[in-house]
T-cell receptor, first 115, second 114 residues
Framework: AQKVTQAQTEISVVEKEDVTLDCVYETRDTTYYLFWYKQPPSGELVFLIRRNSFDEQNEISGRYSWNFQKSTSSFNFTITASQVVDSAVYFCALSDLSGNTPLVFGKGTRLSVIA | DVKVTQSSRYLVKRTGEKVFLECVQDMDHENMFWYRQDPGLGLRLIYFSYDVKMKEKGDIPEGYSVSREKKERFSLILESASTNQTSMYLC?????????????FGPGTRLTVT
């Protein structure tokens, strides 16, 4: 069975600090996909990134970066120089190769960035 | 701009009422999903649909049913609402690609059953 664990329930940081959100996953599949979504206070989840299991290169997009490590089954998300607008709930999710298999979500991490 | 809309942002219903939550997407997506979100439990899948008139049970289908008569619309039905169905309900849609596609989410409906 697939499982996603986000051990950090809530994190609070001061603006401009760097913060890392942890995501650990479990799957028996050799090919799978990992996602991160952001849920701002408005409620609508917003897609951030999708990564397949064959691509272990780190990804950077502006202040966001993702570290995928197959050896530890982790797909961690780092925000550099955090801003108040980064305050949200962040979800990590997992899916197998089938395009129609629903995502399995972690329980989310609530990030509060304080000015 | 892609859009998933949900009929209500907030809804208050009484125990035993039949409740309809509507979701409409304008992206011509085949796949549609209903989740509920509860504090400490994250998102849990209730039902999903790969095409018109098709439906699949998710992880927590008990007490719910769905209807997909048109491609753009996916309705979640609470046959007899109970207080433990008080929750945030999120609808999503995606394309049926070979690899898992990103899901587009609606703003959610916060349902309170009293």
């Amino acid at each position: 069975a697939q499982k996603v664990t986000q051990a950090q329930t809530e994190i609070s940081v001061v603006e401009k600090e760097d913060v890392t959100l942890d995501c650990v996953y479990e799957t028996r599949d050799t090919t799978y996909y990992l996602f991160w979504y952001k849920q701002p206070p408005s409620g609508e989840l917003v897609f951030l990134i999708r990564r397949n299991s064959f691509d272990e290169q780190n990804e950077i997009s502006g202040r966001y970066s993702w570290n995928f490590q197959k050896s530890t089954s982790s797909f961690n998300f780092t925000i550099t120089a955090s801003q108040v607008v980064d305050s949200a709930v962040y979800f990590c999710a997992l899916s197998d190769l089938s395009g129609n298999t629903p995502l399995v979500f972690g329980k989310g991490t609530r990030l509060s960035v304080i000015a | 701009d892609v859009k998933v809309t949900q009929s209500s942002r907030y809804l208050v219903k009484r125990t035993g009422e039949k409740v309809f939550l509507e979701c409409v997407q304008d992206m011509d997506h085949e796949n549609m999903f209903w989740y509920r979100q509860d504090p400490g439990l994250g998102l849990r899948l209730i039902y999903f649909s790969y095409d018109v008139k098709m439906k699949e049970k998710g992880d927590i289908p008990e007490g719910y049913s769905v209807s997909r008569e048109k491609k753009e619309r996916f309705s979640l039905i609470l046959e007899s609402a109970s207080t433990n169905q008080t929750s945030m309900y999120l609808c999503a849609s995606s394309l049926p690609t070979v690899v898992p596609a990103e899901q587009y989410f609606g703003p959610g409906t916060r349902l309170t059953v009293t």
